[in-house]
């Protein structure tokens, strides 16, 4: 069954060093996700990405952050400059569409951002 | 806006016994709503969806949940729980924008299953 799968399982990283968070969507997919959970608090929505650009990102998806579709297959999440309160479970996910049947978004298993 | 509220962070069942874990939803429109769960050091796994079909929706593992837009709940139910589902569970809702969409979770309620 295709799944998405995250590399790397948990990074770690001092503060104001630069992080690159990979994601290998669903190869059908062409809608792309990151959220984040920080430990203990809920599983919150950072963006939303299709056909090249960011069609959606919220208030914590400041300049610091950046994602990429370097090819066919990866996505990324930069994080320019981490901070302490960065620390965090980053989850990619990845939809077919965003309709009906086809909104099901499908998660990989996640990357501990470790920020010291 | 979109909203859901887990209204129990713990919940705590014997091996056997029936389980339930509440979800009360705000939403401006007719919802999308979800269930997923998350075992330690996993991902976020889907039980089931609700998408305006069938109130009444069958998941993964003999979960499921019944929408209720009189009471704005999706409580998800489980007859007879396994020790295996102990876990974290997230009721989630579909928030749209601009013909696209952002999952909204809530706070989440973990499940203890004891012997």
């Known amino acids: 069954e295709p799944e998405v799968t995250q590399t790397p399982s948990h990074q770690v990283t001092q503060m104001g060093q630069e992080v690159i968070l990979r994601c290998v969507p669903i190869?059908?997919?062409?809608?792309f996700y990151w959220y984040r959970q920080i430990l203990g608090q809920k599983v919150e929505f950072l963006v939303s990405f299709y056909n090249n650009e960011i069609s959606e990102k919220s208030e914590i998806f400041d300049d610091q952050f950046s994602v990429e579709r370097p090819d066919g297959s990866n996505f990324t999440l930069k994080i320019r400059s981490t901070k302490l309160e960065d620390s965090a479970m980053y989850f990619c996910?990845?939809?077919?569409?965003?309709?009906?049947?086809?909104?099901?978004?499908?998660f990989g298993p996640g990357t501990r951002l470790t920020v010291l | 806006a979109q909203s859901v509220t887990q209204l129990d962070s713990h919940v705590s069942v014997s091996e056997g016994t029936p389980v339930l874990l509440r979800c009360n939803y705000s939403s401006s429109y007719s919802p999308s709503l979800f269930w997923y769960v998350q075992h330690p050091n996993k991902g976020l796994q889907l039980l089931l969806k609700?998408?305006?079909?069938?109130?009444l929706v069958k998941g993964i593992n003999g979960f499921e949940a019944e929408f209720k837009k009189s009471e704005t709940s999706f409580h998800l139910t489980k007859p007879s729980a396994h020790m295996s589902d102990a876990a974290e569970y997230f009721c989630?809702?579909?928030?749209?924008?601009?013909?696209?969409?952002?999952?909204?979770f809530g706070a989440g309620t973990r499940l203890a299953v004891h012997p």
């Open positions: 190869s059908n997919h062409l809608y």
């Open positions: 989630v809702v579909i928030a749209f924008s601009g013909g696209y969409n952002k999952l909204i």
């Open positions: 996910a990845s939809s077919a569409g965003t309709a009906g049947y086809y909104n099901e978004q499908f």
């Open positions: 609700y998408t305006s079909a069938a109130t």
